[in-house]
């Protein structure tokens, strides 16, 4: 048995939200280690390299907002950064704080288990390293847990496959190569573009189709970064106030109390402009049906104006949920796509993919000869990484027995039963509904601010009470409820992986107004939490 290291806080990941946490563990003095199974930092950007790679929030909001001298100093190149210089900028942050020192790259976790009688836990590695903490934060991404789907023969193919979400970090060359491309979510809707330019061939494979919307990319320019950089602390403070995170122009009037000329005006304006503020067009877009159909209708309009092939087209536009209810997608050159010679599109809701073959794939219809396949499956968002870990809390319970009927938490914070085990955007948060950087600092700060109290009184152990948790279950399914999310066959509601339980998991109250409930939960001292340690003893409900 390898003796354990002892440190007061272990971290799980060292992507975004692990180098920030961090950051805020040497400014309150505790010995910290970071665990990270990558080779380097970067978390999503690290292992997301596909073609197209990049990121659906403008880069200078993508960013940090903790220190000012940062802010001011790094220079994006383009209006949405590339997946390349995302990483670059996590490579910047980790030289310039020096944080890499302690960081232990290549290790990935196995097993975490809650010791009663210490009030610590303990942290296994795949190499066998152990490590021991008094607490224990979880920043391992909510798209981290790439999915692979179970077509029989996947192993037989004679040619390379690849999975966006773990690319091969030198890359690969589809010159002259027939390529599959499995999957039309975001990270298909980014790589189709680019691997049509150029592969040989390039079929799509489709069950799904999805909203997407032009992102209008361009290069930085002086004038845009100023506008930021001359004003950031009165942006951030706004970016944080909206329902996203993220700082654009929202109109809240309702869709259909203006006329329909004035309707398409706004839709027109806001597809011109580009990005997600699509979906800001009119206040009520996620909440009334026929509200929603008219911005459905308005980008379907624009996929059949764009693909040339009628038919292509229809196959195309989604009807099946409401737009803005799976995260919307941003593009450069998509629908374009399919007016290229060498590109097709399968639809394998009609006709579903049978088997992988030696020679590419069989559906219910056709065989198709590949030289490549291309798996944009997507991942096992939100808990899929953290349920592949052992984590063990009070008794022995595993927390995969506690989420057995889907995740619950207190505040997408701490789960009950797992004491002094913060989760950084987990399930019951804002998370992937908003600005991913915004709602990270925001879970980190709270999450400092809490072990600057436990130091500060001797508490030894914090954990939410099962009331607590139980209450904001029931809030969150309530306010997601009023929305038009749960209509959606989504992956947050985690219906792209078989037998996961179907239960919508992001918070969908808004970051402002999450940011408030945590705050005032801090200012009372810690509602809802038990606190317990040498001199104190304390159930803040």
Same mark, same amino acid.
């Given at each position: 048995m390898s003796k354990a290291e002892e440190f007061e806080v272990v971290v799980v990941g060292a992507g975004f939200a692990g180098l920030y946490m961090l950051h805020r563990l040497r400014g309150l003095g505790l010995s910290a280690v970071v665990l990270e199974a990558g080779e380097d930092v970067g978390g999503t950007w690290y292992w997301n390299r596909y073609p197209g790679a990049r990121c659906d929030v403008e880069s200078m909001q993508y960013s940090y907002s903790f220190s000012e001298e940062l802010?001011?100093?790094?220079?994006w190149s383009e209006r949405f950064a590339s997946q390349p210089?995302?990483?670059?900028?996590? #490579?910047?942050?980790?030289?310039? *704080?020096?944080?890499?020192?302690d960081i232990r790259f290549s290790t990935r976790v196995v097993s975490a288990a809650f010791d009663d009688a210490a009030a610590r836990w303990t942290v296994r590695t795949e190499g066998g390293a152990v490590i021991s903490a008094r607490h224990c934060v979880m920043a391992t991404g909510c798209l981290s847990n790439t999915r692979m789907p179970d077509f029989p023969g996947l192993g037989s193919f004679h040619g390379k496959s690849y999975h966006t979400g773990q690319w091969p970090h030198e890359g690969v060359d589809f010159t002259g190569l027939r390529v599959g491309v499995i999957g039309t979510g975001s990270s298909a809707i980014q790589a189709i573009p680019v691997i049509a330019r150029q592969a040989r061939h390039v079929t799509v *494979?489709?069950? @799904?189709? #999805? *909203?997407s919307i032009p992102?209008? #990319?361009?290069?930085?320019?002086?004038?845009?970064?100023?506008?930021?950089k001359g004003d950031y602390p009165a942006r951030r403070a706004k970016a944080r106030q909206m329902r996203t995170g993220i700082d654009y122009p929202v109109n809240p009037t309702p869709a259909l109390e203006v006329g329909e000329a004035e309707r398409r005006r706004e839709y027109e304006s806001r597809w011109e402009r580009g990005g997600t503020a699509f979906m800001a067009a009119f206040g009520d877009l996620i909440l009334d049906e026929k509200a929603n159909e008219t911005a459905a209708d308005f980008v379907r309009g624009q996929i059949r104006a764009t693909v040339s092939d009628p038919a292509v087209a229809e196959l195309l536009c989604p009807h099946n949920h409401p737009i803005g209810t799976k995260r919307i997608c941003v593009d450069t050159d998509y629908y374009e796509t399919f007016n290229r010679?060498? +590109? !097709?599109?399968?639809? +394998?809701r009609s006709a579903p993919?049978?088997?992988? @073959?030696?020679?590419g794939l069989r559906t219910a219809e056709a065989g198709y000869k590949l030289d490549a396949l291309v798996f944009a499956t997507g991942f096992d968002a939100m808990t899929g990484t953290l349920l592949a870990m052992d984590i063990r809390g009070r008794d022995g319970l595993t927390l995969g027995e506690k989420w057995e009927a889907g995740p619950v938490t207190y505040l997408g914070l701490m789960t009950a039963g797992f004491p002094n085990l913060f989760l950084v955007t987990g399930p019951g948060s804002p998370s992937v509904l908003s600005n991913m950087i915004v709602s990270i600092e925001q879970h980190v700060d709270w999450i400092a601010g809490a072990l600057a109290h436990a130091q500060a009184r001797g508490i030894e152990t914090m954990e939410a !009470?099962?009331?607590?948790?139980?209450?904001? +279950?029931?809030?969150? #399914?309530? +306010?997601?409820?009023? !929305?038009?999310y749960p209509r959606a066959n989504s992956w947050y509601m985690g219906v792209n992986v078989p037998g996961k339980p179907q239960v919508f998991m992001p918070y969908i109250g808004g970051v402002g107004a999450y940011r408030e409930i945590c705050d005032a939960v801090a200012a009372k001292g810690y509602e809802g939490f038990r606190l317990e340690g040498r001199r104190v003893s304390v159930a803040a409900e």
């Open positions: 802010q001011q100093e790094w220079r210089e995302i990483l670059r900028y996590a #490579n910047h942050v980790a030289d310039r *704080f020096d944080l890499r020192r *494979f489709q069950r @799904t189709p #999805n *909203f992102s209008r #990319n361009r290069a930085m320019d002086e004038e845009y970064e100023h506008s930021w010679e060498n +590109v !097709t599109l399968v639809d +394998v993919i049978e088997a992988v @073959t030696p020679e !009470t099962a009331e607590a948790e139980a209450q904001w +279950v029931e809030h969150g #399914n309530e +306010v997601a409820q009023r !929305t038009l």
